[in-house]
Structures are given as structure tokens and as C-alpha cells.
């Protein structure tokens, strides 16, 4: 199987910064996409920004030129630079990866998700 450990989440102001870490161990053969997830209190999980094999990037409207997303291959790690935070960033941010395992074929992969908060 595989497990995703997540890093980065906390307080911060408005017009702050984080980054966000999301790490996958497991028998892995291969990542096809990998992506963050915010999810608002009582609101669905939402795209916030996603990556894929090819480096290819896709943002939510909301994050575009203000948040990064970038992955390192050999660590199997994808990062969620966050630049300029608004209080409506406030989430829980939910790492996503679509990964070949050995033995399953292709599945989708959650983390358990990192607490961002922004304070006005």
C-alpha cells in the first residue's frame, strides 16, 4: 500500500507564505498525477492545484499566480508553495496521488490531510 505524510500546514496572516510537503512510501512503481486538495469546514474537497507526470500543471482559479505546485521524483514528494494567503484559503489541505503499487495497478492515494489557517 501506500502512505502519504503531509508537512507545511499552520497559522499564519494574511499576504503570508507556506509550503506544504506531501511525501508517498510504499511499494511504488510509478506517479502518474499528484495534487492538493483543500476542503473547507461543511464544503465538498475541492481541486486546489495538481501536477502531473509530464509536468504538467492545473490551478484552481481561486490560487492561480499566487500558489505553486512542484514535485520531486526521486523523493516522491510534491510541494504547494503558497504565496500571498487570503483568509478564504483557510482548509484542510488534502494531498492526492494516482500510483502505480506493485500488485494493484493504478489507485488513487489521500493523505490525511494538513491544517492551513490565515489570520486577518
Known amino acids: 500500500q501506500v502512505q502519504l505524510v503531509e508537512s507545511g500546514g499552520g497559522l499564519v496572516q494574511a499576504g503570508g507564505s507556506l509550503r506544504l510537503s506531501c511525501a508517498a512510501f510504499?511499494?511504488?512503481?510509478?506517479?502518474?498525477?499528484m495534487g492538493w486538495y483543500p476542503q473547507v469546514l461543511g464544503k465538498q474537497r475541492e481541486l486546489g492545484a495538481r501536477?502531473?507526470?509530464?509536468?504538467?500543471?492545473n490551478y484552481a482559479d481561486s490560487v492561480k499566480r499566487r500558489f505553486t505546485i512542484s514535485r520531486d521524483n526521486a523523493k516522491n514528494t510534491v510541494y504547494l508553495q503558497m504565496n500571498s494567503l487570503r483568509p478564504e484559503d483557510k482548509a484542510v489541505y488534502f494531498c492526492?496521488?494516482?500510483?502505480?503499487?506493485?500488485?494493484?495497478?493504478?489507485?488513487?492515494?489521500w493523505g490525511k490531510g494538513t491544517l492551513v489557517t490565515v489570520s486577518s
Open positions: 492526492n496521488v494516482f500510483a502505480w503499487v506493485v500488485g494493484t495497478g493504478y489507485m488513487d492515494y
Open positions: 501536477i502531473t507526470s509530464s509536468v504538467s500543471r
Open positions: 510504499g511499494s511504488i512503481s510509478s506517479i502518474e498525477d
